[in-house]
């Protein structure tokens, strides 16, 4: 359909954007590291939110191609920020692929971006279908230096058990989980054990979807290391991290 094939060629066009959203460290409110998110204008028709495209690449085959361009345009863009963290989404399809360590390990060769600078997150969608193959495939990543988070935590079907068995370096809490704690006792509960937990088996934990100082304030008092969220600022292009940057010098 039309849709596909605009974005195909958006693809190999290169013609799809990065914005870059802060990573904030919690006890000192500096960035230390940003998220990409991809960011697609097609055109006559504006912008399509990746909720919307991902999934078609994943359906039609474009996944592959279009999570390679973003890793790649990641890591070369965050070389001109040396104190900072690059974090990039990894979908399913991705992830599936025998062939993903050897095409990261590819790209953090080609950008000569310090490997332990890289966060891949992933969702937990395919681990609960393939338990055996995401353990090899994290322990693949692993072993290049790469961090492996587990994203939107709390979300869907998150067990506990994924985060022992699977060695993830780090847990990112949904902001459907962060959203009402200061309004609701049993949200507030529910964040704080599964905070606790992450906790007591040494996994730091990011809290996503940070909009408002009081969330900040409660989040770091019960064990987030680092936050994300409107609060703090919205995805940007790469030129406006860079201003930060320059800012905080
Ligand atoms: O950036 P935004 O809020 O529009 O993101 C919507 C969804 O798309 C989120 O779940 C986010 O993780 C996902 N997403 C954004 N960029 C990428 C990307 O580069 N690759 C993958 N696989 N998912 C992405
Ligand atoms: O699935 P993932 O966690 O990767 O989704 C990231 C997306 O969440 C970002 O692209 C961004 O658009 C969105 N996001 C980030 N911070 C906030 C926030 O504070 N509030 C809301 N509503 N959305 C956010
Ligand atoms: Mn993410
Ligand atoms: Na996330």
Redesign the pocket.
């Known amino acids: 359909n039309a849709l596909e094939l605009d974005l195909r060629m958006a693809i190999e066009g290169g013609d799809l954007q990065?914005?870059y959203q802060p990573l904030i460290d919690a006890p000192t409110h500096q960035m230390t590291g940003v998220e990409?998110?991809?960011?697609w204008n097609r055109p006559g028709h504006g912008p399509v939110?990746?909720?919307t495209f991902?999934p078609i690449a994943e359906t039609s085959g474009l996944?592959e191609a279009?999570?390679l361009f973003?890793l790649r345009k990641a890591c070369e863009t965050a070389k001109q920020w040396p104190e900072l963290r690059i974090s990039?989404?990894?979908?399913p399809g991705?992830f599936r692929n025998p062939a993903f360590a050897d095409y990261v390990r590819y790209v953090l060769k080609q950008t000569e971006i310090e490997a332990k600078r890289v966060t891949l997150?992933v969702?937990e969608g395919y681990m609960i279908q393939n338990p055996q193959r995401t353990r090899q495939a994290i322990e693949r990543l692993k072993a290049l230096g790469v961090k492996v988070a587990l994203?939107?935590f709390g979300s869907g079907f998150s067990s506990i058990g994924y985060l022992r068995q699977f060695g993830f370096d780090r847990i990112k809490i949904d902001r459907s989980l962060v959203m009402d704690i200061l309004e609701s006792d049993s949200q507030r509960e529910m964040l704080q054990a599964t905070v606790a937990l992450a906790r007591s088996l040494d996994i730091p934990v990011t809290a996503e979807g940070i909009e408002t100082e009081e969330q900040a304030i409660a989040v770091r008092l019960f064990g987030c290391d680092t936050l994300q969220g409107y609060f703090f600022g919205r995805?940007m292009p790469a030129d406006q991290i860079t201003e930060r940057l320059m800012q905080a010098r």
Request: proline share 8%; aromatic share 0%; net charge negative.
């Open positions: 990065i914005a990409a998110l991809v960011r939110s990746p909720e991902i996944i279009l999570g973003v990039v989404n990894v979908s991705q997150e969702t994203d939107d995805p």
